[in-house]
């Protein structure tokens, strides 16, 4: 049996104003704890707790549609990575394993949060 995954087709508004995606809701400390110690190395999960904290608050709604497009709780920008635009980043388990192959090749390079926090 093979898995299925189901995504929606967001686009982004045409006027600027407040605007979060579906199913938005503030995450847990321990639920970001657990989906990123999933994916990064333990001596690395630690600043993609923060990054993500610093990006979207630990909201999973959280989507910058504003100059960019930028979704979920790592912002993921799909204009940026077009490749992810099919995929529902508001989702986190799938925004996070999503930044973390970002991450895998890029480093903390590509969030301005990571610059804000010193990380990079």
């Not at 610093?54 to 979704?71: F, K, P």
């Not at 991450?103 to 010193?118: I, N, V, Y």
Request: hydrophobic share 40%; charged share 20%; proline share 5%.
């Amino acid at each position: 049996m093979s898995d299925l995954i189901l995504c929606q087709r967001i686009t982004r508004p045409l006027e600027n104003g407040h605007l979060k995606g579906p199913n938005n809701r503030l995450l847990t400390a321990a639920e970001v704890t657990s989906l990123c110690s999933m994916y990064w190395p333990f001596a690395e999960f630690g600043r993609a707790q923060l990054i993500a904290q610093c990006e979207s608050g630990w909201w999973t709604g959280a989507w910058n549609y504003v100059g960019e497009d930028s979704r979920g709780l790592f912002q993921l920008n799909v204009e940026a990575h077009p490749d992810l635009k099919e995929w529902d980043l508001f989702d986190p388990q799938v925004n996070v394993y999503w930044a973390y192959d970002l991450w895998s090749r890029e480093g903390w390079h590509p969030w301005s949060c990571a610059h804000t926090l010193g990380i990079v």
